[in-house]
């Protein structure tokens, strides 16, 4: 019955109305939202805080792009440069996309894909978002008050003894954000193994939730090595301990090999998340099972598990052994081989679909050419040899955007356009949005592919100025940021007059699989009416239709 | 508005006149390393096109129009295992291949020259044995092969010829090693490529490859009258370290001659092999590198001398080795200027005069 209908089933105008009672009318007034202890609540805020960050990390990077339209550094001084880049850094990073889906969307969808009625730790969850705003709110004071220009990544001695900016309360807000998302990661994982409905089984969860569990223990067992080494810095930089100072006998490379074992994982638990957006929005655009469902969900326990061992080589050329350098660069081919099963998975997921272009469709698409290129360009600095040339230039800026914008920024959209109507209530304006869609990608892609060229020409990263000959290529790229910015701002708009004028959505326009979807939007503060149970498989299309057949009946029957 | 479409056209001539991918080949390893990194955009190129083919017939032919009822598909092992298998196989051959170049890059030849690199907030201080210093710029000779001995003063800076291929961090207190053989004359760019504060995007020089005979020439007009190992003299001099390391029979300190490249057995037992790394610390940090025999009545010259004091030291020391004077000898002696030709840097006074020339910036 559905099939022959347009995927999108919204409910008849003229009788559809919002559900009275639903988590957003359930409690009124401005207390009530922060003290509240709704996972769903908790998601909103973390939404609206994260797009604040997004949009001063944003902005930051516009300045970034404006200096580079010229070879000199003439729209600010090398030391403003020097913070803007390392603030764009620390905000996007930390305050941006480590909880960028999983403390929106999954903080959302976990347990109503699950069939409970919050996470396992309600109250830790609500202090995850305390803590994330006040490690964020610490991060724009330190930026008013001076800045930081260590570079993101703290690099030791410039951070420990040669810097007098603000390295000490940016690495405070940095450590305390790292707690947000432990804690984030240890309640998803309590919740993934204490919650789940009767019949949800490991391996009829959807893939969403399989790529949050393995982010989470990534979050849970990495961000602790990260907070040991802030504190290491915090002690070198005012008591001098000296563990990473050679003149009294340290080692400056132990801080990178501490720093990298957390931000190397931290990148695929930046990721992970979005691949689980894209499982899902592949699976229901194209109607059908994910392709190779294990495959999948096993791809995501793997990049996790190998991800830990990769670190070290983010230090080919910094006088780790050769020895070494050839373990990590071997772990660094293993670890791309699953993300490749990923790719190819969703492409033969629309193999004998029934496929439909919706706006997260138009993300997910974008998300699997740049996440291909990023991660190709990712071999490209795993294969030793050519890392030489290519690390610490803006071919490694441009293979990380392109993973992290190109990547994850895109599932983000595609996640936030998903379930938008199950969020709200409300359908987001469709051909505007697929508007938005293909601007950034265009706008993406002029960006960032012109700096995988300055890269190869060896053009070094967070330079302020640089030799002439590189300025055309910077214009490009700075041409298509202001593209890209228009790309982002679209969403905003249409987003926030979607909330008042959006068509009602009903329960679920996709017609998806997900527990989530057999509720009503937005859903009730206890999520279900009455315990679901998981009788079927993952992404089981025919069992939503003779649902559906059985609920018309019994709609029929009742009225007769 | 009439202003803006010849600025505009000026920039799209100049793009595509000036359109190089990649940087000048410029080292005996640059060839080398683009034939890899062609072979991985080919690939590159090749996945990303079936991905793309796929994803876009898949979309016309299943589209929701053409294809209305969706076929449920599980998933299939033959497919699955030969997507993990042949992107294996791919990323297994880049992993060899790419281990070999880096394996070359890293391993200097044994007749290579040294030529000594401190970094240092913001700039690069190039060290020539023969005494020749340079500021932000590095002369070398084409077709000799040429090692680097890179340390830093203060912070991580890396010492980056993208038209060589080659970079390296040069890391405080720690002596790295890079090496290329340029084969083509000319000017070149060099870039601290690791973020190191204030002026980072300023700690960018020249490289000038230039023939033998121009390089001789440069040799002898830049020289500052002493070698680098008269310079360590001098230094050893003034520091009194003679006062206990002069060979005597009754010395408190042990003999320097040929102590370079030797075995050493510590006062606390340990084996070391004296090279640059475990000279460095013996100077900077002596109490814990005694050698069996000696009392540890050293002092520390730990923020006494600079890096280039130690590297000038350093040579001194290996000077004194006779092994490394012939080495030195052959490796170079067609390069010294005739005056010093067969010159040991340290056993012979100067000839050469001139007043020093630093940092010779090209324009």
């Given at each position: ?10 409910p008849?105008?003229?009788?559809a109305r ?5 988590y957003?009318?359930k409690?009124?007034?401005i207390l009530?939202w922060?003290?509240?202890?709704d996972h769903?609540?908790?998601a909103i805020l973390?939404?609206i805080s994260?797009?604040f960050f997004f949009?001063?990390?944003?902005a930051?990077a ?13 729209l600010?001084a090398?030391d403003?440069y ?8 620390i905000?996007m990073?930390?305050?941006f996309l480590v909880?960028?889906?999983?403390a929106t969307?999954?903080n959302?969808?976990i347990?109503?894909m ?5 996470l396992?730790l309600p109250?830790?969850n609500?202090?995850?978002w305390?803590?994330?705003?006040g490690?964020?709110i610490?991060a724009?004071?330190?930026m008013?008050t ?6 993101w990544?703290f ?9 007098n900016?603000n390295?000490?309360?940016?690495g405070?807000?940095?450590?305390i ?8 990661g240890?309640?998803?994982?309590v919740?993934?193994h204490k ?9 009829r969860m959807?893939l ?7 982010a ?6 990495g ?6 080494a802030?504190v290491?810095v915090?002690?070198?930089r005012?008591?001098g301990?000296?563990?990473?100072d050679p003149?009294?006998g340290g ?13 190397h994982?931290?990148?695929?638990i ?7 957006v ?7 655009f ?6 190779g469902?294990t495959?999948v ?11 830990f ?5 983010h230090?080919f050329i910094?006088?780790?052994s050769n020895y070494s350098?050839?373990?990590f660069s071997?772990l660094t ?9 990923k790719i190819f998975?969703?492409t ?6 029934s496929?439909?272009?919706?706006t997260p469709?138009l ?6 050419g ?12 795993g294969?030793?040899g050519t ?10 800026v ?18 936030i356009?998903?379930?938008?109507p199950?969020?709200?209530g409300?359908?987001y ?7 938005a ?5 265009i ?6 592919f ?11 990263r967070r330079?302020?100025s640089?030799p ?5 290529l910077?214009?490009?790229?700075t041409?298509?940021a202001?593209i890209?910015g228009?790309g982002y701002?679209?969403?905003v708009?249409?987003?926030t007059?979607?909330l ?6 009903g329960?679920?326009p996709?017609q998806?699989?997900?527990?989530e979807?057999?509720?009503q939007?937005?859903?009730l ?5 009455e315990?679901?149970?998981m009788?079927h498989e993952?992404?089981?299309?025919e ?6 057949a ?11 | ?7 505009i056209?000026?920039?799209l001539?100049?793009w ?7 940087p000048?080949e ?7 390393m683009?034939?890899l990194?062609?072979?991985l955009i ?6 990303l ?6 994803v876009?017939?898949?979309s016309i032919l299943?589209s929701k129009?053409?294809h209305?009822v ?6 299939s ?7 993990t ?6 990323f297994?051959?880049m992993?060899v ?9 890293f ?6 020259m040294n030529i000594?690199?401190v970094?240092?907030?913001?700039m690069?201080?190039?060290?020539h044995?023969?005494?020749q210093h340079e500021i932000?710029?590095l002369?070398?000779?084409m077709?000799?092969?040429?090692q680097?001995t890179?340390?830093s003063?203060?912070v991580?800076?890396?010492?980056s ?5 080659v970079k390296r ?6 002596y790295?090693?890079v090496?290329?053989?340029?084969t083509v004359?000319?000017t070149?760019h ?5 973020y190191?504060g ?17 390089y001789?020439?440069?040799l002898a007009e830049?020289?500052s009258?002493m ?5 360590g003299?001098r ?7 003679a ?6 029979p ?7 001659a040929n ?6 057995t510590?006062?606390?037992g340990?084996?070391v ?9 013996a ?5 814990q ?13 730990q923020?006494?001398?600079s890096?280039e004091?130690?590297i ?13 004077r012939?080495q030195?000898t052959?490796?170079?002696?067609d390069?010294?200027p ?7 840097p ?10 020093a ?6 324009p």
């Open positions: 019955m559905s099939s022959s209908a347009t995927i999108v089933r919204l008849d105008q003229s009788t919002i559900p009275k009672l639903n957003l009318s409690e009124n007034g009530s922060l003290l509240t202890g769903k609540r908790i973390y939404l994260i797009t949009f001063i990390g944003g930051l516009g300045l970034i792009r404006l200096e580079l339209l010229t070879p000199q550094s003439d600010m090398t403003t020097n913070k803007v880049f390392t603030m764009h850094g905000i990073i930390f305050f909880p960028s889906v999983p969307l999954g959302f969808f347990p109503m699950l069939g409970a009625k919050d396992a109250k830790v609500l202090l995850s305390y803590l994330y705003m490690a964020g610490l724009l004071y330190t008013m001076g800045g930081v220009d260590t570079g990544t690099t030791t001695p410039l951070s420990t003894h040669y810097v900016t390295v000490l309360t940016t405070l807000a940095v450590f954000a790292g707690f947000s998302s432990i804690f984030t240890l309640n998803f994982i919740t993934i919650m789940r409905a009767p019949g949800m089984t490991w391996f959807p969403f939730v399989w790529a949050h569990y393995a989470s223990i990534l979050m849970v067992l961000t602790p090595v990260l907070a040991i802030i290491l915090a002690l070198e005012t008591i301990i000296g563990v990473f003149t009294k080692d400056p490379l132990l801080f990178q090999h501490l720093f990298w074992f957390y931000s994982p931290a990148v695929y930046m990721i992970l998340p979005g691949m689980g894209i499982s899902e929005v592949i699976s229901t194209s109607r059908k099972r994910v392709f469902y495959a969900a096993f791809s995501s326990v793997a990049i996790a598990v190998f991800g061992f990769v670190w070290a080589h230090m910094m006088g780790i350098t050839l373990v071997l081919m293993l670890v791309a081989v699953p993300s490749a099963i998975n969703w033969f997921t629309l193999y004998k679909g496929i439909t272009f919706e469709m993300y997910a698409f974008g998300f699997m740049l996440f291909t290129i990023g991660g190709m360009t990712g071999v490209f600095l294969t030793s890392d030489i040339h290519l690390t610490e230039t803006y071919f490694i441009a293979h990380f955007h392109f993973v992290m914008v190109g990547g994850m920024l895109m599932a983000f959209l595609a996640g356009h998903f379930w938008w199950k969020m709200t409300r359908m304006p469709e051909k505007i949005s697929q508007l869609a293909v601007v950034t990608f706008g993406f892609n002029l960006t960032f012109p700096q995988f060229i300055l890269g190869t020409l060896g053009m070094p330079y302020a640089y002439p000959e590189f300025q055309i910077n214009v490009f790229s041409a298509g202001s890209l228009v701002l679209l969403p708009l249409y987003l007059w979607s008042k004028y959006g068509e009602i959505a329960n679920n996709w998806a699989t997900g527990l979807w057999q509720t939007s937005p859903p503060t206890e999520n279900f009416t315990m679901p149970i009788d993952a992404y089981d299309y069992w939503l239709e003779n649902q559906q059985l609920q018309k009946e019994a709609e029929v029957t009742s009225a007769g | 508005m009439s202003h803006i479409s010849p600025v056209w000026q920039f001539v100049k595509l006149t000036n359109s190089a991918l990649f000048p410029a080292s005996r390893l640059a060839p080398q683009d034939a990194l062609f072979f080919l690939v590159s190129l090749i996945g096109t079936i991905v793309v083919l796929l876009v017939s898949f299943y129009k053409r209305p969706a076929v449920q598909v599980e998933g092992t033959l497919l699955e295992a030969t997507w298998i042949i992107p294996l196989g791919l297994l051959v992993f291949w790419g281990a070999l170049i880096y394996f070359r890059v391993t200097p030849p044994a007749n290579a000594y690199v970094g240092k907030q913001w690069w201080k190039a060290e044995p023969g005494g932000n710029s002369h070398v000779p077709g000799k092969a040429v680097l890179l340390i003063q203060d991580f800076h890396s010492f010829i993208p038209a060589f291929r961090e040069a890391i405080p207190g720690r790295t090693t090496w290329f053989e340029a004359p000319g070149y060099l870039f601290c490529t690791q190191c204030t002026n980072h995007s300023q700690m960018i020089g020249d490289v000038v490859v230039m023939t033998p005979e121009d001789r020439k440069w830049s020289t009258g070698s680098l190992a008269q310079n003299e230094l050893f001099a003034s520091l009194s370290c006062a206990c390391h002069n060979a005597r009754d010395a408190r300190g042990p003999s320097l102590v370079y490249g030797s075995k050493l510590l006062s606390n340990g084996a092999t004296a090279d640059d790394a475990y000279l460095r610390e100077i900077l940090n002596p109490s590198h005694v050698t069996q025999g000696y009392a540890p009545i050293m002092p520390t010259y923020g006494q001398i890096e004091g130690v000038a030291l350093l040579e001194y020391i290996k000077n004194l080795n006779s092994d490394y012939v030195q052959l490796t170079t002696t390069l010294l005739e005056s010093e030709g067969k010159a040991a340290a056993a012979q006074k100067s000839a050469g005069q001139g007043p020339t630093q940092g010779k910036v090209k």
